[in-house]
């Protein structure tokens, strides 16, 4: 790949993997649409990333704004490049930017409100280490300017460990509510706006809701957090919040046959995913689990699945169900395969 330093501009897709090739010397060539947009625009964006959770995040974002009747485009990981959504973006455009590890990792510049909503093993079968893997999504943050805001969750050890606080950082999580100064407090009852040294309830846990699951909290938390910034109403966003039906693949339903009721979480590429799902369905009982080999640690997935009572048959696809599978064998646990 020599011949790459031939060229004045690189222009990389996401999906090439750059994991065998040492762009050291051409590292400041490589550019992708995401970074031309950031670079270059002068629309107000909205970033999303973490290891899960960021395209219903980023989704639910777009889903209160547009219903808050802001103009508004969301492009990016979704699906949509951003190129392709340019005729539709003036300067009242707000953008909201699905951002994945790939996109982040050339560019240079971020986003005007940048979200990390957790960090954890993924896609080591394309980087070099889970450390290049982790400064790739720091990025978001990297070239912010003072005025610019971050919102980290810092439920994962990870992402509560890189970021810097100041008077425009906002923090969500289940677990750390002790290191919050301002953002949004996941409690018992509810999520709780800390802001100024008071706590307002935005959010009770009562409410009806479609996304189903603790983890899915931290998504809501971070869409309040952004509703904070940008001055728009909470008690609004949370009716919105209600009624946002979850994306595809994500424990979606797909119906019921001969009284058996069937989810496809199919999205669920990592331990902890997969985990937060069988939590948040109440009456599972067989789970279908395997698939491309990422190059991450399983473990504790496997000694969840050998702890877990409720669960009774497990069938394994390959490749990583194959590995799972074998694990659980060597600790004789007891369910049907």
Known sequence: MDYLDDFDLIIKSPGVNFKYIDYTKIRDKITSQIDLFLRFSEVHTIGVTGTKGKSTTASLIYYILKNLKKKTVLVGNIGIPVFNEIGKIDKDTIVVLELSCHQLQFVKASPNISILLNLYEEHLDLYKSYEEYKLAKLNIFKFQKKED?????????????????NDNTYVFCLHHNEKIKKGIIIK???????????????????????????????NIAAAL????????????????????????????????????????????????????????????????LGGMDRKIDLSSLVDYLNNDKKLKTLIFLKDTGYQIYDELLKRKCKKSY
């Open 149 to 165: 805001y971050a919102i980290v969750g810092i439920d994962s050890p990870d992402s509560k460990n890189c970021f810097k606080v």
């Open 188 to 218: 018992e009852n509810g999520l709780y706006l800390k802001k100024n040294g008071k706590c307002t309830l935005v959010y009770n846990k009562k409410r009806k809701r479609n996304l189903l699951g603790e983890h899915n909290l931290n």
């Open 225 to 288: 957090c952004i509703c904070d910034i940008l001055n728009l109403p909470l008690d609004k966003a949370a009716f919105l919040i209600d009624h946002f039906k979850p994306l595809e693949h994500r424990m979606e339903f797909v119906g019921n046959y001969h009284k058996i009721d069937f989810y496809n979480d199919s999205i669920a590429t990592i331990p902890e995913a997969t985990i937060n799902c069988i939590k948040s369905i109440s009456n599972i009982r067989t789970l279908i």
